[in-house]
């Protein structure tokens, strides 16, 4: 059964670095005990770029903690002061029994006195890489998949680590989050890609971006 391992919230952050100055949210703190959670996301949590992040599809930053073992070996990141662990990414929630190829797009859970529903893949963002300082970290997340990914918020409450996840509905156990990375990132079939883009509960980013695929994929048919 999936559960909540930690919480993290953040607020915009300018940092200063070698290759100049940036701001963002990825610098999220642990929270213990209780939190809100709205429509919005958590009490106290904040996103820099209103742009790219902040809609209620994107309410909630989810991360399998099963993923940062992967990543340590992977970037061979094997000294204590070096190693990625919960947070690192800049989810809200790290968590652990579940992952892209457990949840599904649709998928609605009660998590301690909140109704959450799965939005879709979480974008892997240029920011990870300069906060991680690991080249290719963004490149590989594409190519493994491991993206986390998004939950809007139906029903406002609290929640807490270590709250599991109790699955209410699952309308489209077809479209797992990583049939949707797959689908986007690395084989483009016609027919899936629209039904995906069918998908009502599907993030509106994600419809878009597969309908720009779409008409791109027509025009080099019709070339």
Known sequence: MMSIHSIFVGRPKRISDRTGTWESSIFREAVFGPIELSRQGL???QVADRVYHGRPSQAVCVHPIEHYEYWNDEFK???ADQQLGPGTVGENWTIEGGSESTVCVGDTYLVGSTEVQVSGPRGPCWKQERKLKLAGFVKRTIETLRTGFYLQVLRVGTVCAGDTWHLKSRPNPWLTVQEVN??????PVRETMQRILDTPELAEGWKKMFAKKLDLKSTATLE
């Open 43 to 45: 009490a106290g949590d």
């Open 77 to 79: 990141l094997v000294e």
């Open 182 to 187: 797959v689908c986007y990132y690395r084989v």
